[in-house]
């Protein structure tokens, strides 16, 4: 398996319409995204932090891509042979702050908002893959690639056509339906069915 260390994180938004839905949000024309630093990222185990300045975090699990290659202007068809592997991620998103500032840095970036599982095998056929995120061991989202607005070849193509990725870039391909509040005391999970997992305690970051 490909070793995760980005030196990027790309993420898509609203590519699930009952997602963009739920949050009085328009689908997107062209695949929506943003950026999240690799300071971010914690691994299975380790704690989501809630930061002080924030009164609404919430969980966004999704499915994780990791580059193999370096992709510059690349076709779907390119983009598709470059996906190395697949982990669980959870864009752990500040909500009050997305909104109130109008753009999704700080709400996106805080230490410890990008969780990730293990990088797992990449099946033949990507549309198959499957994201179930759980609180407390309560399902909340549940997602199908195939759901996606944009699907995954799509979306590597077209961020390829505005920055380069470089092999161990991670682009996080959206969110289904399903988001909601985390607490401290909280356990969040995230998995790729078959594929990858990531589970997190959360606390306060006092």
Not at 51 to 79: F, Q
Request: proline share 6%; hydrophobic share 40%; net charge negative.
């Amino acid at each position: 398996m490909p070793n995760l260390s980005p030196s990027k994180i790309v993420c898509v938004g609203r590519n699930y319409a009952a997602h963009a839905k739920e949050l009085g949000n328009d689908v997107p024309r062209e695949p929506l995204i943003f950026l999240k630093p690799p300071s971010s990222i914690i691994r299975d185990g380790e704690s989501i932090m809630l930061p002080t300045v924030s009164k609404h975090v919430e969980y966004e699990g999704e499915i994780g891509v990791v580059i193999g290659k370096r992709l510059r202007k690349a076709s779907a068809d390119e983009a598709r042979g470059a996906v190395a592997g697949i982990v669980a991620a959870n864009d752990v998103t500040a909500r009050d702050l997305q909104k109130s500032d109008k753009q999704w840095t700080r709400a996106k970036g805080f230490d410890t908002f990008c969780a990730l599982g293990s990088v797992g095998a990449v099946p033949t056929d990507l549309s198959s893959l499957t994201v179930t995120s759980r609180v407390n061991g309560s399902v909340r989202q549940e997602g199908r690639a195939s759901d996606m607005v944009f699907d995954i070849p799509a979306i590597l193509s077209f961020i390829s056509g505005i920055m380069t990725l470089e092999p161990g870039d991670l682009v996080l391909t959206g969110t289904p339906e399903g988001v909601g509040i985390l607490a401290p005391g909280d356990v969040v999970e995230v998995e790729i069915a078959g594929v990858s997992r990531v589970s997190n305690p959360v606390t306060s970051d006092e």
